[in-house]
C-alpha cells in the first residue's frame, strides 16, 4: 500500500533513537530506471521534520516538501573515497509533487521524481 507523507513521518519517528541506513540512487533526467548517482548514509535518528516551501516554484529548484532527518552519521557516495560526517547531522528528503512510498520487510522504499530511496533499521 502506498504511504502517505504522514505515514513515512510516523513510521520514522518510531525509529527516534536507532541507527537507520538509508540508500539514495539518483535518476537521470527523463529516466524512470537510470541511476546516475548513489549516496549510503548511515545515522543515529534523533528528529524528524517535515518542511513544506513557503511559495511555488515555477523554475522546479525548490521542492514542495522535504523530510528532514536529523542526527550524527556519515555519507559515502561518489564524491567521497571514504565515509565523511553527515553534513550538519542533517539529511533531506525532497518530495515534488508526486511520490511512492511501501513498506516491506526491509523497511520503508521512497520513489519521488528524481530518485529512489531504501530506508531501514540498521
Do not use: C
Amino acid at each position: 500500500m502506498n504511504q502517505s507523507l504522514k505515514d513515512i513521518e510516523n513510521w520514522l519517528a518510531e525509529l527516534k533513537g536507532q541507527s537507520v541506513l538509508i540508500h539514495k540512487g539518483e535518476l537521470a533526467t527523463g529516466s524512470d530506471e537510470k541511476i546516475i548517482d548513489m549516496d549510503r548514509v548511515n545515522m543515529q535518528l534523533d528528529d524528524i521534520t517535515v518542511r513544506g516551501a513557503e511559495q511555488h516554484d515555477i523554475d522546479g529548484y525548490v521542492e514542495g516538501q522535504e523530510l528532514i532527518l536529523r542526527g550524527e552519521g556519515t555519507i559515502r557516495g561518489r564524491a567521497y573515497e571514504s565515509d565523511v560526517e553527515l553534513p550538519l547531522g542533517v539529511y533531506e528528503i525532497p518530495f515534488g509533487s508526486e511520490f511512492m512510498a511501501f513498506r516491506d520487510e526491509d523497511g520503508l522504499k521512497i520513489e519521488t521524481e528524481k530518485a529512489l530511496y531504501k530506508i531501514r533499521v540498521h
